[in-house]
């Protein structure tokens, strides 16, 4: 028997960091994100050799240890570790397992694009295929969310981990309590096409902590400054929802250009001079407007452009050595896992 699963990426179209406590706590979060055509992979195949192997190759690591109940945080692994502490003690009476199991991306630690909790949520799904577990799309998340910022103590918000579970493109509402409402939208084809034609990933070869930039944003709330920059971006996610589902798309670039000028400003660390220069590089070239996708400091920049113009600014952005272009298409379908059984 072999269990596989894969779980999309996403990228954050407007509200990122309103999703951080203590801002969603006190005054209420919302973000529009998507999920895209890249992903994250897991496969499980049971053992019983008393052994636990973790295998991941984009990241040049291989584990074995025994099967215990509790097993050691290893810091090369440290998600696959908190995810089997957790299964074990939460749903298999603290029995331990035996298995093999082999994880990586489509896209490196640090793009920006979710990949860490994108992973826990993608390990959790094989885990429930396996098992047969009785989690619900918001009881996946919640778990995931659990086991990286309670269990493990990363920082974060709270958006990865509902975006890769539920999968399309959604605004999400976000309170005390870590209480989550998702609510899906539903996009017209042209509009999706449009789009997907529109945008533009380059990689800036930067993969950052994104952790301690997060650390950082957590202090906005006490900082006029950076709270005013975090309501600035609560009122343009509502513009760029409005923006998406009328296909809008001179108002998409401008809400996301506003949304970055109001991003940089909650953090010193979120931009740096090598994203300044891409950043004017890109408008040079053909690119309308320009975000650093997730927490920032580097990954990948999500770039807006006339389709028209894209051929072009993609070549342009191929002579800047230090950085690769990607571009996706939207998917609708969140995590997904499923059994191959042994013909005999």
């Not at 996009?187 to 301690?212: A, C, P, Q």
Request: charged share 25%.
């Amino acid at each position: 028997m072999i269990i596989r699963s894969k779980t999309p990426l996403r990228l954050g179209l407007a509200g990122g960091g309103t999703d951080v406590s203590p801002f969603c706590d006190l005054y209420g979060g919302c973000v529009l994100n998507v999920t895209i055509n890249m992903y994250s992979y897991c496969t499980i195949i049971p053992k019983n050799d008393g052994k636990i192997t973790f295998i991941a190759p984009d990241r040049d690591v291989k584990l074995t240890i025994d099967s215990k109940a509790k097993i050691d945080i290893d810091e090369k692994l440290p998600l696959h570790c908190g995810i089997y502490n957790r299964i074990v003690k939460d749903f298999n009476n603290n029995i331990p397992l035996s298995f093999e199991m082999t994880t990586y991306s489509d896209a490196p630690a640090g793009s920006g694009l979710g990949t860490s909790s994108t992973m826990v949520v993608t390990i959790i799904k094989a885990f429930q295929e396996w098992l047969n577990l009785p989690l619900g799309e918001y009881d996946t998340a919640r778990l995931a969310f659990d086991i990286e910022r309670i269990d493990l103590g990363f920082s974060g918000g709270k958006q990865d981990q509902y975006a890769a579970t539920f999968g399309g493109l959604n605004y999400m509402e976000f309170y005390k309590d870590n209480k989550v409402i998702v609510n899906p939208l539903r996009m017209k084809k042209w509009i999706k096409n449009e789009i997907e034609n529109s945008l533009v990933l380059f990689y800036t070869g930067t993969s950052r902590d994104s952790g301690k930039i997060i650390d950082e944003q957590k202090k906005a709330t006490t900082n006029q400054k950076s709270l005013d920059a975090m309501f600035e971006i609560k009122k343009q996610t509502e513009l760029m929802k409005e923006a998406v589902l009328k296909g809008d798309f001179d108002a998409i670039a401008n809400s996301l250009h506003q949304n970055w000028l109001a991003k940089k400003k909650t953090s010193a660390v979120i931009s740096n001079s090598n994203i300044e220069d891409t950043y004017n590089f890109i408008l040079s070239h053909g690119g309308k407007a320009a975000k650093i996708s997730g927490a920032g400091g580097g990954g990948f920049m999500m770039i807006w452009c006339d389709p028209k113009n894209r051929y072009e600014l993609i070549r342009a952005l191929k002579k800047r050595q230090e950085g690769k272009t990607k571009v996706v298409t939207f998917v609708e379908n969140g995590a997904q896992a499923w059994t191959i059984y042994d013909e005999d």
